[in-house]
């Protein structure tokens, strides 16, 4: 009979052990304000994540919402006439986030992402459509 207790607490103490351990999901985040040291941050993250140079973001960046999508427009045939140029358009999303680690700026592409030391960032509460019923 002690041997089964000991067991069962053995056992107890091992599932609630791993499931403490188990990382938390990633939760969608958005800002209350961006400051310009905030926008810095996020231009060098984005550069860190896919190369290439700062892009221009908005003093509302990622205050309503938790993903960014840049648009990038890439010649691809040059007939020296820029209107007869044919263009691709490439988007490249970014999306906000909280983790165990803090505020971050995860690129789905590479599935990498940067921890940003001066974005304060807040859980993303949606806005059900259907408020009241």
Request: hydrophobic content about 40%; proline content about 7%; some cysteine.
């Amino acid at each position: 009979m002690h041997c089964r207790l000991i067991t069962l607490l053995l056992g107890i103490t091992l599932l609630v052990g791993c499931t403490h351990t188990r990382p938390i999901k990633p939760i969608p985040a958005v800002v209350e304000h961006t400051t310009p040291t905030m926008k810095a941050e996020l231009q060098q993250a984005i550069v860190s994540l896919k190369g290439g140079i700062a892009p221009m973001l908005s003093d509302t960046v990622f205050m309503n919402n938790n993903e960014l999508f840049l648009e990038y427009d890439r010649p691809t045939e040059h007939s020296g006439n820029p209107i007869l140029d044919q263009h691709s358009l490439t988007v490249q999303r970014f999306v906000l986030q909280l983790r165990e680690v803090g505020c971050v700026l995860f690129y789905p592409k590479t599935t990498q992402f940067v921890l940003l030391k001066s974005v304060y960032c807040q859980p993303m509460i949606e806005k059900s459509a259907f408020r009241g019923v």
